[in-house]
């Protein structure tokens, strides 16, 4: 059984604005700047307003930016890393609309790095077969956009409450009428707050903190999937979580947020070996070292069973020191704070959480099946990832897709925000002490290597979780119990899938099927979690 909303006092206080942006990342800043010609937009984020995963993303933007290049090769490489669920009219839109969405913000002040003929530096990463990554500041593009959109936010007055978390959709006749809000002892206003809102966009970002090890920021609770749950929205594919192959590896007791050394670095030359020194990825895959993430996540997890080795190694040393300072400077002083220096040795690395593939299933303009609420980023299911996504079109989706979610919201809103009626169904709250067992749970039974028994387990050992509860409403109890619900969404679809295809690894059903070239759609029904099957191209 699953809330269908979270207990919480009542509204100390209450705001009004046309359109409500949760979440600063990429997509959420983008969607801020282009909804302003719907109406009044008001900005929600959950911590600082740069706080999000798109600061931390250090590879790139990838887009058919060179000559040489062109949107049909890339949606050729996004479509085989999905491995056949893809959307293809949403790959497609995607290719085609993100050239000139990076020119834009360039134009808005993203300064990308440049070539001796001032041309854009671009790189390959793992999946694609042209360089189309590009970059900034070497290995900061993340942080350079923020910047850059940061700025543009700051310029247009737009209003920002920090330190605020998303509780639940008001609804009012079926449509959404607002969000509720609690804002934490440094935002601009304190406790249970309301906006009133005709429309509401969610890009509040992954859910990579329901595993024990992440790259994903402290922010990344699954929020917003858990809230569009409870309001009724459907989630699709969410059994495909993206574990990057090569963070750092801090050892056996590593928790919370990992280090992630760039797949760009393996662009540049870089590649993988085993305690031993030999490259084991030669021969595996036609692109070796810049397979797509999750065949490369595969063959290390296959070498360390194959070897007993705690990690596996990436070895960088032929970069030279020239390259290692210029183009990734943060990498470089991350390994320095970390005792290591990878122009001279090999980097231990380890698997970990990275993306959410799936999440808030919506069509091509960002609508989720809740009128009046939309998804963009990580936290939304657009059809463009499928089973696997391919290396840094995460920054791209953001973008495009906050753009076009914009381009239909004054047709969308029309009419005044109705007057909301307040939650309705059952609510709880869960023990913030079982953070750490969820955690644990996903960990040992859904992470990269799953298997039926396993997935049991784990869906047993989540429902008796379920009972303890807590009737103190606070931040920690309310994003544990966020991320309870997405935990049981995780395990209940990967129990569905029995196959093997992208990031969803079963050792019992080690091959894809026909059968399951489909998406595995979710959607509460009271407090009852349903899951059906839809054939690709029923989408």
Known sequence: MLPRRLTAPPPGWTTDADIVVIGSGIAGLVAALRARTAGKVLLVTKALLDDGSTRWAQGGIAAALHPGDSPEGHLTDTLTAGVGICDPEAVRV????????????????????????????????????????????????????????LAATKDAGIEVIEHALALDLMI???????????????????????????????????????????????VSTGDGVALALRAGARVADVEFVQFHPTPMWLGPDARGRQPLISEAVRGEGAFLVDGSGERFMTGRHPLADLAPRDVVTKEIMKRM?????????????????????????????????????????????????????????????????????YACGEVACTGVHGANRLASNSLLEGLVFAQRIASVLADDTERDAPAPSGAAGASTLLDPGIR????????????????????????????????????????????????????????????????TRGSHWRSDFPDASDEWRGHLVSALDGDTLTTTYEPTENR
């Open 436 to 499: 750490p067992e969820i955690q644990r749970i996903m960990t040992a039974g859904c992470g990269v290597l799953r298997d039926g028994p396993g997935l049991e387990r784990a869906a047993a050992e989540l429902a008796a979780l379920a009972s303890r509860t807590t009737d103190r409403p606070r931040t920690e109890a309310w994003e544990v119990t966020n991320l309870h619900t997405v935990a049981s969404l995780i395990v209940a679809s990967a129990r569905r899938r029995e196959e």
């Open 172 to 218: 009012e006749d079926g449509r959404t009428a607002g969000v509720t809000l609690h804002v934490m002892g440094e935002g601009q206003r304190d406790g249970i707050g309301a906006v009133r809102a005709r429309a509401v966009i969610l890009a509040t970002g992954g859910l990579g903190q329901v595993f024990e090890a992440t790259t994903n920021p402290e």
């Open 305 to 373: 069973r194959e070897t007993g080795e705690p990690c596996m190694y990436l070895d960088g040393r032929n970069l030279g020191p020239r390259i290692w300072a210029q183009r990734f400077p943060t990498i470089l002083a991350t390994c320095e704070r970390h005792g290591i220096d990878p122009v001279n040795e090999p980097i231990p690395v380890l698997p970990a959480a990275h993306h959410a593939s799936g999440g808030v299933r919506t069509d091509l303009w960002g609508r989720t099946s809740v009128p009046g609420l």
């Open 94 to 149: 995607l290719v085609t609309e993100g050239p000139d969405a990076v020119r834009e913000l360039i134009a808005l002040g993203a300064d990308f790095d440049r070539d001796g003929e001032g041309h854009l530096a671009l790189t390959r990463e793992g999946g694609h077969l042209r360089r189309r990554i590009a970059h900034a500041g070497g290995d900061a593009t993340g942080a350079e956009i923020s910047r850059a959109l």
